[in-house]
């Protein structure tokens, strides 16, 4: 059950498409003890005017982004594969082959978003909805291992990865993503996204899995978010369910650039994203503390 769910999520969704749409797959890569973290980013724009399939790759030890863009017709997807030429990702593994960039991972052990009423996106009933953009959400944490040769640097990558998906033909106007696996619990994986989904109204989900068990906030289940702190360095939020609430803290640091789909899925907007943040959170039920904890390695966009 668990690998139906898993590829229902990881599938292309743009098949049908001729035009004016993106689809990118996200994953992000953490090894403790090498001190390393990566984001990858393979997709596809049909942006009419420059059509184009592309990876983005982020090494802040490198202190290094890059946006590798590739013909249209390198881009396929078959077999529950993702292939832009010579390189490959599925729900199991990421395979890069770049001429200063190798990578050779594999997942396992992954933390999946327990099945819903109405289907197993994270969107819920929103993912009907003709928004501009959607979200899907592939594991909240895996394991990873195998080995990532940078710049001739080989390095053996023993560690923990995230992955999900976006689509659509732009990113809204504003959003704030926060994705933290790196806990003093290993079994413990949280991610949230505040974006203006119409006009000014904010649509929201966070999903916070602690030892198998799913706390799952969002518009759709008549959740309440508040941003109470918001500037340069520290974000602060807010999240309340009936009973239970929980505080987000995170501490912002070291951005590097990415390119994200505008109107039409042009491949234009530059964002940045920090792989280096801190969060802290706390959990509380009936206005009692009932677990908190804290990662480093978070990945964070703040457009708010």
């Given amino acids: 059950m668990e690998m139906v769910i898993e590829m229902y999520n990881f599938s ?13 797959w996200y994953i992000k890569i953490n090894d403790i003890k090498n001190n390393e973290v990566y984001a990858f980013i393979l997709g596809i724009t049909l942006y009419k005017q420059d059509p184009h399939a592309f990876i983005m790759v982020i090494s802040p030890n490198q202190k290094t982004s890059h946006y590798y863009r590739f013909n249209k017709s390198d881009f396929h ?6 292939i832009i030429k010579n390189n490959k990702l599925t729900s199991h593994s990421l ?12 997942f396992s052990k992954p933390i999946l978003l327990k099945k819903q009423l109405f289907n197993n996106s994270i969107m819920s009933y929103f993912k009907y909805l003709p928004l501009s953009t959607s979200h899907e959400i592939i594991f909240l944490k ?30 809204p106007k504003q959003w704030l993503w926060i994705e933290a696996n790196n806990f003093n619990n290993p079994n413990a994986a949280l991610v949230i996204a505040i974006a203006d989904i119409f006009y000014n109204f904010k649509g929201f989900f966070c999903v916070l899995n602690i030892n198998n068990k799913e706390y799952r906030f969002a518009t759709y289940n008549g959740s309440k978010v508040s941003i109470i702190k918001n500037n340069s360095d520290n974000i602060e939020i807010v999240i309340k369910k009936k009973d239970i609430m929980l505080n987000i803290k995170t501490i912002y640091k070291d951005d590097y ?11 234009k907007k530059i964002i940045n994203e920090s792989l280096n943040s801190n969060l802290t959170f706390t ?3 009936k206005n009692k503390n009932i677990v908190s904890d804290t990662s480093n390695y978070v990945g964070c966009e703040n457009l708010y």
Avoid: R, W
């Fill in 257 to 267: 650039f990415l390119t994200a789909p505008t109107k039409n899925g042009k491949m």
């Fill in 77 to 82: 997807y078959t077999e529950n594969k993702v």
């Fill in 142 to 171: 895996a394991s990873v291992s195998g080995e990532i040769i940078n710049n001739q640097s080989k390095i053996n990558i023993s560690g923990n990865c995230y992955m999900e998906k976006t689509m659509g033909n732009k990113f």
């Fill in 95 to 106: 395979k890069i082959v770049l001429d200063d960039l190798k990578v050779d991972v594999n």
């Fill in 12 to 24: 292309f969704e743009g098949s049908q498409k001729k035009h004016n749409y993106f689809e990118g």
């Fill in 283 to 285: 959990l509380y039920e």
